[in-house]
């Protein structure tokens, strides 16, 4: 089994930053990718960003491009998440998911693990 844990979400001003952190534990995927989905109350599950485990690809929500960056820290099995100039419209619960695949996708439905969730709240 896998565990996924995510941490860093909190209140920030608009115009402010956040990085989001996942650790994974258990299972040892030997080739996989990770992204990361956000959910806003009465909206639909978003794709956000996704990285390779292995190989350093990244993929991004076109709608994000330019405001946030996914990178790796092999030494803690972390993957980060950084958010730049966040907008009210960033607010949501942030997840993320593996899959055992090193090809990154922004299709939830090909992630089979997933954390808890962290909150984000942007303030106006």
């Known amino acids: 089994q896998v565990q996924l844990i995510e941490s860093g979400g909190g209140l920030v001003q608009a115009g402010g930053s956040l990085r989001l952190s996942c650790t994974h534990s258990?299972?040892?995927?030997?080739?996989?990718?990770m992204g990361w989905f956000r959910q806003a109350p009465g909206k639909e599950r978003e794709f956000v960003g996704a990285g390779s485990w292995h190989g350093g690809a990244t993929y991004y929500a076109e709608s994000l491009k330019g405001r946030i960056a996914i990178s790796t820290d092999n030494a803690k099995n972390t993957m980060n998440l950084q958010m730049n100039s966040l907008h009210p419209e960033d607010t949501a619960v942030y997840y993320c998911a593996a899959k055992g695949q090193s090809n990154v996708s922004g299709e939830y439905w090909r992630y089979s693990y997933w954390g808890q969730g962290t909150q984000i709240a942007v303030s106006s």
């Open positions: 258990g299972r040892t995927l030997s080739s996989y990718a």
